[in-house]
């Protein structure tokens, strides 16, 4: 009986050592699933893949070079505007004004063109009274306590008053990009098939790094989950306001001139200068930054970003009419958020920071 009993035994063992193998395996498959679902990132990058396939199988010239030169236009500008516009939400505050910055840019890129500056010159210029507006918006938040609903809203009015002020509401064409070939300086600026797509990676590489790890983004994070802990703790929240304000302003009056140097003319717009802000915001927020403050992602932006650009040109190619395209548009918008309120859900469940 002995004997029996070992040989039984010893016929067992084999047969459970590889069920349970299998039981590992298929929870470590279950559980590196289950983690990628509840990164920040993970629901939006899955929706934009399928929403690909999905315009790549059901849209004729969809998956085509031509195509997605056309694509890069609509996505990489609102994946910077999204970018800088994180560093302000993670604050918990939101900037209205990037549609106004974007706008006036260009103008002020033009006036000091037309006056003599050097191309390269009358851009960081044109920059720094872009991060002007920032650091107004930023002190009257920061200093003067002005909601920055408010504050950014009035600004977005100041500047696109200020816009049809000095341009007499007439387009004008864009410096350096009036010969015949396109000039280095419009290679680089946003002329060149592929400049827009390599500023928009290198930004939102550049201020990921930042927002991970750096001191930077660990005070824009703790300013964003407690203000008054991270002014407790020595942060000088008022300047880690200010400069997250002039970061934003900045990528936007970069936007405005890469755009105006692609299309070759800038335009006192109002209207088109406010659609790209609301497309920059609706990027950060379906990327997984929260309006509520501390807790972002810039390639969570950058992919949001993407979906907006793929379902843009999809429903295009589709022939969907202009009249429903806002529709489609916002109703992918609210599916997109009701998926990452599920998974934000599943990840405070989960406890995974």
Not at 231 to 245: C, D, K, Q, T
Request: some cysteine; proline content about 3%; glycine content about 12%.
């Amino acid at each position: 009986m002995a004997v029996a009993s070992g040989s039984n035994a010893s016929a067992e063992a084999p047969s459970g050592g590889p069920a349970s193998t299998g039981r590992t395996l298929g929870q470590e498959a279950s559980s590196l699933l289950r983690r990628f679902l509840t990164l920040r990132e993970g629901s939006i990058i899955i929706v934009t893949i399928v929403t690909t396939v999905y315009f790549m199988v059901n849209a004729n010239g969809f998956a085509t070079s031509a195509n997605f030169k056309t694509l890069l236009p609509y996505f990489a500008p609102i994946a910077i505007l999204a970018a800088g516009e994180v560093f302000v939400m993670v604050n918990g505050e939101i900037d209205l004004s990037i549609g106004a910055v974007y706008l006036i840019t260009p103008f002020l890129f033009y006036k000091l063109a037309s006056n003599g500056v050097p191309l390269v010159p009358a851009v960081i210029i044109s920059l720094l009274g872009a991060a002007l507006a920032g650091f107004v918006n930023g002190f009257f938040i920061a200093v003067v306590g002005i909601s920055s609903f408010v504050a950014t809203f009035g600004m977005l009015f100041t500047l696109e008053g200020l816009t049809l002020v000095i341009s007499h509401g007439a387009p004008v064409q864009t410096p350096g990009t009036s010969s015949v070939h396109v000039t280095n300086f419009a290679q680089v600026f946003g002329g060149g098939t592929y400049s827009e797509l390599i500023w928009a990676l290198a930004i939102v590489a550049a201020l990921q790094v930042v927002l991970t790890f750096s001191r930077w983004g660990v005070y824009t994070i703790a300013v964003g989950g407690n203000r008054l802990g991270a002014a407790e703790a020595g942060v000088r929240v008022r300047l880690v306001l200010i400069r997250n304000f002039i970061l934003c302003a900045t990528c936007a009056g970069l936007v405005g001139i890469l755009e105006t140097v692609r299309t070759v003319t800038a335009t006192p717009d109002p209207s088109g200068s406010n659609e790209i802000l609301f497309q920059g915001i609706a990027a950060a927020v379906i990327g997984g930054t929260l309006l509520r403050g501390g807790s972002g992602t810039v390639v969570g932006a950058l992919i949001g970003a993407l979906f907006l650009g793929v379902l843009h040109d999809g429903l295009i190619i589709k022939g969907v009419s202009a009249d429903y395209l806002d529709l489609y548009l916002g109703l992918a918008i609210i599916l997109v958020m009701s998926i990452n309120v599920f998974v934000q859900r599943v990840r405070t469940g989960s406890g995974i920071a």
